[in-house]
């Protein structure tokens, strides 16, 4: 019986748990992750403005393990030996005949300590929960959003509907180090999205940093000093920490680089937000489709290689992307044509409400959105 190890219970890792579960090869499946629930991400900022109920946004691995007659430990893998085929966790050794690494990715602080005592991530649906109890006790009158990429613009919109919601005055500013935000995205997005902020009165620093941190207090490189501050850190993500130690080849977050059929080492494969897969020159990003997709792509080519059957080459199918925003007012590419306003919005939540987990989540997600 061959043993197959998934780390990360994420879409990546359980789209190919999924796979593999139905492979009649009587596989012996494995998947670890140091969490219960596997979180729904690009919908966690909504916990905020929209007040999504958080346990839509949350499916329990246990149960997805049991339907699919798959092992799950609960557990946080601390190193991999790829020479012995050796998994370690906190608690013990595991070997493997095939492995999948899908990790997915967790808050950079890029070695700040005074962030990481003083700053409110927002990479889970516990990080929104922690951000949403605080607001409720309402301490703070500034909001720092140190990143301006999509979680930064997610944050702050949806933080502003909170204050319209119960007609709070409130100061929300982005605070990007970059010469602008949304970093590679066309610039037409870029126009629109600036002008949807600033209409929000959002306040926006480009080529700033933040250069102070206390707590309920920040500095930032503009010489601005803002008192009673919340800072909301989402300026970038990295891979766990077992593959910032790992000798392979990576990129500066600690993604590694796949070649065509998402493998790394003999019989091993990486997918979602681990992975680093090229395409035209191009590193494929970060988004849901794409983990979905390499996670099937990865479980398959363990198939083929049980069966001694050529790999296959993994090809993403782009759908594109949406940067959505509180008021409604978002913006995207869908199907290599550009979307705005209200129409960008709702197709970002059907799409959300389609891929999220279970038919009890995605009726719940509905009549929260409705």
Not at 136 to 153: A, H, L, P, S
Request: aromatic residues 10%; glycine residues 8%; contains cysteine.
């Amino acid at each position: 019986m061959k043993k197959v190890i998934i780390i990360g219970a994420g879409f990546a890792g359980l789209s190919a748990s999924d796979k593999l579960s139905r492979s009649n090869l009587g596989l012996e499946v494995t998947i670890f992750d140091k969490k219960d629930y596997s979180d729904f991400l690009p919908l966690v900022p909504d916990i905020l403005g929209r007040k999504l109920s958080p346990e839509f946004l949350q499916g329990n691995i246990k149960e997805f393990s049991l339907r699919r007659k798959i092992n799950f430990i609960k557990e946080e893998v601390i190193s991999l030996d790829l020479a012995s085929k050796q998994v370690t966790t906190s608690a013990s050794s595991y070997a493997y005949d095939f492995l999948v690494i899908a990790s997915g990715s967790q808050s950079n602080f890029f070695n700040n300590q005074d962030a990481q005592n003083y700053a409110y991530g927002l990479n889970s649906v516990k990080d929104a929960q922690k951000i949403s109890t605080a607001l409720q006790q309402d301490k703070f009158d500034n909001f720092i959003i140190c990143g301006g990429g999509y979680t930064g613009v997610e944050a702050a919109t949806n933080l502003w509907l909170y204050f319209k919601k119960n007609n709070l005055l409130k100061k929300i500013t982005i605070v990007e180090r970059a010469p602008g935000i949304l970093g590679p995205l066309p610039d037409w997005m870029k126009a629109y999205v600036q002008d949807n902020l600033k209409s929000m009165g959002i306040n926006i620093l480009v080529n700033t940093v933040i250069e102070r941190i206390q707590e309920a207090e920040v500095t930032v490189s503009s010489g601005d000093v803002f008192q009673k501050a919340m800072l909301i850190w989402v300026p970038g993500v990295r891979t766990a920490d077992f593959i910032q130690q790992m000798s392979v080849p990576k990129n500066p977050q600690g993604r590694i680089v796949v070649d065509e059929y998402l493998g790394f080492k003999p019989d091993c494969f990486c997918a979602g937000d681990t992975a680093l897969f090229t395409v035209k020159n191009n590193s494929l990003r970060m988004a849901i489709q794409f983990a979905i997709s390499e996670g099937a792509q990865a479980a398959d080519n363990i198939i083929r290689s049980i069966k001694s059957l050529p790999l296959k080459r993994f090809q993403p199918l782009d759908l594109g992307y949406i940067i959505p925003m509180a008021n409604n007012s978002s913006c995207g590419i869908v199907l290599g044509l550009n979307a705005q306003g209200r129409l960008a919005t709702f197709l970002h939540y059907a799409m959300c409400v389609y891929r999220t987990f279970g038919l009890r989540n995605k009726i719940g997600l509905m009549r929260n959105l409705i």
